[in-house]
Nanobody
Framework: QVHVVESGGGLVQVGGSLRLSCVVSGHTFSRYSAVNWFRQTPEADRDFVAGISWTSGAAAYGEDAMGRFAITRDISKNTVFLDLNQLKLEDTAVYYC?????????????WGQGIQVNVSS
């Protein structure tokens, strides 16, 4: 059974940084495996934030994340990290880790429970 577990959310001030972690377990990773982060606010659908190919490490970013966020992985720990930098008020959202074999930026079938990130002024 596949498990996707996020951690690391919380409250941070504008301009600050936060690191989110996502541990994926219970699945055999393949060349098509990718971990993507999405975020959602009450007013909007889940938007793509960043994604990383499990085997190659190739990364992709959504427009809002470009230049501020960084996604990396530690294969030995089955963990993907999303570093949120230069945070803005509008980055406040529930962040979801998503795993699948559908590639970068495409929703896979496995979701974490979501983790709240609050950016305050």
């Amino acid at each position: 059974q596949v498990h996707v577990v996020e951690s690391g959310g919380g409250l941070v001030q504008v301009g600050g940084s936060l690191r989110l972690s996502c541990v994926v377990s219970g699945h055999t990773f393949s060349r098509y495996s990718a971990v993507n982060w999405f975020r959602q606010t009450p007013e909007a659908d889940r938007d793509f934030v960043a994604g990383i190919s499990w085997t190659s490490g190739a990364a992709a970013y959504g427009e809002d994340a470009m230049g501020r966020f960084a996604i990396t992985r530690d294969i030995s720990k089955n963990t993907v990290f999303l570093d949120l930098n230069q945070l803005k008020l509008e980055d406040t959202a529930v962040y979801y880790c998503n795993y699948g074999v559908t590639g970068l930026g495409v929703r896979g079938i496995y979701w974490g429970q979501g983790i709240q990130v609050n950016v305050s002024s």
